[in-house]
């Protein structure tokens, strides 16, 4: 009888334990989990993140202007006279094989101070050299060049004077006239082209001189610069004839049969005459290296 209760109180013991189980409310863990949330990592990367304007800039390198070379300024030598004045007084001709020079009348040598020449003084009108270029007139036809370096100790007191001269007839001369003029003389197919310097000569003064004619133009140039010029339809040259003047006069002015006269009082240290029309750049070339 006892173990048939003991066995009801344990039966309604169980039974208490479980009403008592059922009236509890869940625990927090059984509503919806919350989210894990991971921390977020930057993405490994090589390169900075650094705006434009910040990114590094390499320096600037000017690249340097092109020097330019001057081109060189072909040099010419007179093929029939170079007037070589030596100190001892005496001249001669530097082209080799060129026609003689003739000496007639005084002359004085000394040195310029400006250039370092030799310069021959000329005291009188009839104090001259005479070059015999009648055998180059056929050279000189379609182009030459004639070059002097001289001063005017005098103005003509009336008409001109020779300072280089190979006018009888045709030919060419440079001359200086009684308005202190500088002029040059052509004879192109019977009729004389002339060139004027605009500039009037002055008494003691050095000038340097090249008149150039290339077969369509004549030209002059006064110390380096081109002063005057003219154009021409000539075809040729007139020179005088054998009979008349076959050389060229330097401080005068040619005449037939005899030697020259009538020219400047003054001093020249260059008399050169080429078959080569020299250019405007080989003139003021050959016009500064004189200056130096």
Sequence with gaps: ??????????????LSVA?????????????SPEVSVEPTVPAATDVPTVAPS???TAPVTETPAATQTPTP?????????????????TVSNGVVGGPAIESY????????????????????KNSVYDVQIGDYYGDMGEAFSLEVYFKLDAIPADGYEGIAENCEAG?????VFSDASIKFYLNLEGSYAILTAPEKAQVGQWYHCVCVWDGDLLQMHMD?????????????????????????????????????????????????????PLSADQVSSIYQDLMQ
């Excluded at 300024?73 to 007084?89: F, H, M, Q, R, Y």
């Excluded at 009348?105 to 009188?124: E, M, Y």
């Excluded at 030919?171 to 001359?175: A, Q, S, W």
């Design 171 to 175: 030919g060419f001369g440079l001359y």
């Design 54 to 56: 910040q990114l590094p």
């Design 224 to 276: 380096g610069q081109l002063v005057d010029e003219y154009v021409s339809n000539c075809a040729y040259v007139t020179f005088p004839s054998a009979n008349t003047a076959w050389y060229l006069s330097l401080a005068g002015c040619c005449s037939a049969g005899g030697h020259g006269a009538g020219g400047i009082c003054g001093s020249m240290g260059i008399c050169n005459l080429y078959t080569t």
């Design 19 to 31: 009403a008592c189980g059922s009236n509890q409310k869940p625990p927090i863990a059984s509503m």
């Design 105 to 124: 009348g005084n002359k004085t040598v000394s040195v310029d101070a400006v250039t370092g020449l030799n310069v021959v003084t000329f005291p009188s």
């Design 1 to 14: 009888m006892k173990k048939i209760l003991c066995g009801i109180l344990v039966c309604i013991l169980m």
């Design 73 to 89: 300024v072909e040099s010419v030598t007179p093929e029939i006279l170079k007037l070589v004045i030596n100190s001892d007084g």
